[in-house]
């Protein structure tokens, strides 16, 4: 079974950066988008950005501009940078992996809490 591996969450300032990753252990060679979400408390779950197997990128419009998505192949790793966070950032943020086989994995949740 693959599994996810968050990392990388904390607390930062606004105005701070910090940088997520998602370790898998299956090959990020199969799979076809990798993404990372985020949810807080009472509201869904909503996607952040997403990758595509062939590099193709979307993002919130909240957070174009200061978050950037990628991978590396080498280490079967997917990162979030996060620069210029602000509160409305604060959220546990969840990697997801579709694999071409048609399975959905997703992380066991990273916090990230921005203070003004």
């Known amino acids: 079974q693959r599994q996810l591996v968050e990392s990388g969450g904390g607390l930062v300032q606004a105005g701070g950066s910090l940088r997520l990753s998602c370790a898998t252990s299956?090959?990020?060679?199969?799979?076809?988008?990798m993404g990372w979400y985020r949810q807080v408390p009472g509201k869904q779950r909503e996607l952040v950005a997403v990758?595509?197997?062939?590099?193709?990128?979307t993002y919130a419009d909240s957070v174009k501009g200061r978050f950037t998505i990628s991978r590396a192949y080498a280490k079967n790793t997917v990162y979030l940078q996060m620069s210029s966070l602000n509160p409305e950032d604060t959220a546990v943020y969840y990697c997801?992996?579709?694999?071409?086989?048609?399975?959905?994995?997703w992380g066991q949740g990273t916090q990230v809490t921005v203070s003004s």
């Open positions: 299956g090959s990020i060679f199969s799979f076809n988008d």
């Open positions: 990758i595509t197997s062939g590099g193709s990128t």
């Open positions: 997801n992996v579709r694999w071409v086989d048609g399975v959905v994995n």
